[in-house]
């Protein structure tokens, strides 16, 4: 019989002191930079996001829902009560450093004073960074906003530069380049152009980098896991954004929406609440795991599957020989990154 100590719990960003170096540590490839754990949190991520982002579009678009912040908020609501009950239950821990002797511990206070104060300015930019990007999914078709939202590893890289200063090798940067300019390709004769839209989707990727490099910094020197910084993200963030809501007025548009009972919208509703879960989580591990530009480049890859859905199911943008080109430039710049950072060149 498998005694207590050894308990199944579910992933966390990093492994207990005893399997440092040892099963959970290896590399993906011979000469890898990214470990097996470190590719499985990627491959998550990209899938809880192709279908995050389209769970909202539609919220959003197809049912015309008045209020991108609500939904942030019933995602948040949804978030803490799913830690709660799996941390009530000794499921999963909120430390990164002493995960059996966590989930024995019955205290009712699952995080300190002092670590809350600690993981507030994540917190802080969490919660822009989730205001910004589901209004930006409202401001722009599904191509679109996937094309500009590649130019988010710009951003990361300076930011991580300016915070800790990460620098990178002349062919990681010329990948990089390469996504960029397949971006700019891509867009470059979009007939449903709109400044707002536009200029929402750049301030969400502004504030997506500077989200992913406080993840970097904060995660690992807060002793929480992935698990522990969701929570306190959402004991943080929660009252702000529910206080938010109510002087805007969105709470009683919320009231007043007409398919708010609807079946149809209620599991569109409940199934984007539990993949920004899932997607928050695996956030958190991909990027303590790996980093934040990596985090960044998933997010680029993961774009072949939301460009098309979103073509299938929304449209938007009419099939063009040089928005293609764009799109497969980008691509490649994605790809290339990937072998990189798995061979380590």
Excluded: H
Excluded at 313 to 342: E, T
């Amino acid at each position: 019989m498998m005694p207590s100590s050894d308990r199944m719990s579910l992933p966390v960003s990093d492994p207990p002191p005893q399997q440092k170096g040892g099963a959970g540590e290896q590399r993906l490839f011979k000469g890898s930079t990214m470990t097996s754990r470190g590719a499985y949190a990627a491959v998550s991520y990209m899938s809880c996001a192709v279908m995050l982002v389209l769970f909202n579009k539609a919220a959003l678009s197809s049912y015309s829902f008045p209020s991108a912040n609500v939904i942030t908020l019933f995602q948040m609501i949804c978030s803490c009560s799913f830690l709660y009950f799996l941390r009530r239950w000794k499921i999963i821990s909120f430390s990164s450093s002493d995960t059996s002797s966590s989930l024995t511990d019955n205290s009712s206070r699952f995080v300190s004073l002092q670590t809350l104060i600690q993981t507030s300015p994540l917190a802080l930019t969490y919660l822009l960074y989730m205001l910004a990007t589901m209004e930006s999914v409202r401001g722009v078709n599904v191509p679109m906003y996937t094309t500009l939202r590649r130019t988010t590893v710009v951003f990361t890289m300076f930011v991580e530069f300016i915070l800790v200063g990460q620098k990178y090798s002349r062919s990681v940067i010329g990948s990089v380049g390469l996504i960029v300019f397949g971006a700019f390709v891509a867009g470059s004769r979009d007939l449903s152009f709109e400044a707002y839209g536009y200029g929402i989707v750049f301030l969400s990727n502004i504030t997506t980098a500077i989200y992913l490099a406080t993840i970097s910094r904060i995660g690992k020197s807060s002793g929480l896991n992935s698990f522990g910084l969701m929570w306190c993200n959402g004991i943080l963030c929660g009252p702000i954004l529910l206080f938010w809501t109510f002087i805007r007025g969105d709470l009683r548009m919320t009231l007043d929406f007409p398919y708010l009972f609807a079946p149809g919208f209620l599991i569109v509703l409940l199934l984007s609440c539990v993949l920004a879960f899932f997607l928050n989580y695996s956030i958190f591990l991909n990027t303590t795991l790996n980093s934040a530009v990596t985090q960044t480049i998933c997010g680029n890859l993961k774009d072949l599957f939301t460009i098309t859905l979103g073509w299938m199911f929304f449209g938007g943008l009419p099939f063009d020989l040089l928005n293609v080109m764009g799109q497969l430039l980008g691509f490649i710049g994605s790809g290339l990154y990937a072998y990189f950072k798995l061979f380590g060149k």
